[in-house]
């Protein structure tokens, strides 16, 4: 089985910054993309960032210059620096990660619990 745990998120004043942290554990071989995504109350979950297993990044044109994706291999965790923090940016933040539990394994998506962001003076 695999986990994934996010970390990171807060309340935090409108321009203000948060980073958030996804670790993911278990039976992993590899992790293909691993991406952020939002759900505010009300509404659907929304793409934020992705990013591959060799680093190329895709981001929601709501976020592009304010949110950087980044992720380190070797202990298997995904981060998301957001700065410039706006009240719309207030939703709880999911990790996503598409694993491979073997050699011979097909990708297989998995989620996190989430996480809640809140940008409010």
């Known amino acids: 089985q695999v986990q994934l745990v996010e970390s990171g998120g807060g309340l935090v004043q409108p321009g203000g910054s948060l980073r958030l942290s996804c670790a993911a554990s278990?039976?992993?071989?590899?992790?293909?993309?691993m991406g952020w995504y939002r759900q505010a109350p009300g509404k659907e979950r929304d793409l934020v960032a992705t990013i591959t297993e060799n680093s190329e990044t895709n981001y929601a044109d709501s976020v592009k210059g304010r949110f950087t994706i980044s992720r380190d291999n070797g202990i298997n965790t995904a981060y998301l620096q957001m700065n410039s923090l706006k009240p719309e940016d207030t939703a709880v933040y999911y990790c996503r990660g598409d694993v491979r539990s073997s050699y011979y394994g097909r990708s297989r998506p998995y989620w996190g619990q989430g996480t809640q962001v809140t940008v409010s003076s």
């Open positions: 278990g039976s992993i071989y590899s992790i293909n993309t």
